[in-house]
């Protein structure tokens, strides 16, 4: 029907009473169902393209709870790893000064200051570790073997200097310099997390032998020192088969103060510190 009869009708009807009226209804039905189903159709897929956004945007909401769910209960799993080794080693620092423990996830306490006692080559320790250290040296002296002290006590300064000095190089070498930083840390412990800052660890060399190298595990004084140090309440702190469990590579060199106690039965039993702590 034309735009122009629909206005006659509705004209009409408007003037004729009900009998028109209801002849109106009958001609207008055919448009009213189309218009009724173009409406309903649109309706339908308003309902349906929303429940579809929905299923879409409830999938997603719902990956997303479960993501923030699992985030949820994660985090405090891991905060409660970290809240029971943060409370062990706490424990261990405030128990004994000997079993403090410093290593790339554990730094050493903020303006941690030992009180030193230094060597007659320059050389420094924690005093409380001196005299069974000083011991340890003049037996193994008195074994017959040449043994030197080579590095011991460093200041944080120190440790900056010596980690800035090794990133120089290996920018010297060619190392992009966003890499330096993670490759100069394989080789000297990041400034305040070397065992050396404490003052109670050593590096300690043959005469006849002082590189820093695995070959040093062969060297008369280190053969020795394996074997006896822990009488003296020292370990041998990078064993080879625990750098997954320490972060330093194997160093058949480095010796750490941890009292005789735990020193014999670290040897004993074949542990490194973190494992003597708990702490791996
Ligand atoms: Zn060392």
Same mark, same amino acid.
């Given at each position: 029907m034309s735009y122009r009869n629909q206005q006659r009708y509705r004209k009409r009807g408007g003037e004729c009473g009900k009998r028109r009226r209801r002849s109106r209804k009958t001609d207008v039905r055919l448009p009213a169902v189309i218009m009724g189903t173009v409406l309903i159709l649109i309706l339908c897929g308003r309902v349906i393209f929303t429940s579809g956004i929905g299923e879409i945007t409830g999938q997603v909401a719902e990956s997303q709870a479960v993501g923030a769910a699992a985030a949820v209960d994660a985090a405090p799993g891991q905060k409660d790893n970290r809240a029971e080794q943060a409370h062990q080693v706490k424990n261990a620092q405030e128990q004994e000064w000997n079993l403090l423990l410093v290593n790339p996830w554990n730094p050493i /306490?903020?303006?941690?200051?030992p009180e030193l006692t230094y060597l007659k080559n320059g050389q420094a320790v924690d005093s409380r570790c001196y005299p069974e250290l000083q011991q340890m040296m003049d037996d193994c002296r008195a074994a017959g073997f040449d043994p030197l002290i080579c590095a011991s006590y460093r200041t944080m300064e120190k440790q900056e200097a010596l980690f800035e000095d090794k990133e120089a190089r290996l920018i010297r070498e060619g190392y992009p310099e966003n890499e330096v930083e993670d490759e100069a840390a394989k080789v000297v412990a990041y400034p305040g997390t070397s065992e050396h800052q404490l003052g109670l660890a050593l590096d300690i060399v043959d005469v006849s032998y002082q590189q820093l190298?695995?070959?040093?595990?062969?060297t008369p004084v280190q053969q020795w020192l394996m074997k006896n140090s822990w009488k003296y309440g020292?370990?041998?702190?990078? /064993?080879?088969?625990?750098s997954d469990i320490t972060?330093?590579?194997?160093?058949?060199w480095h010796y750490r103060y941890v009292g005789k106690e735990a020193a014999a039965e670290i040897y004993e039993n074949k542990l490194c510190l973190e494992e003597y702590l708990g702490i791996n």
């Open positions: /306490p903020e303006n941690y200051e190298d695995t070959e040093q595990e062969n020292f370990v041998l702190r990078y /064993p080879a088969d625990k972060g330093i590579i194997y160093e058949p």
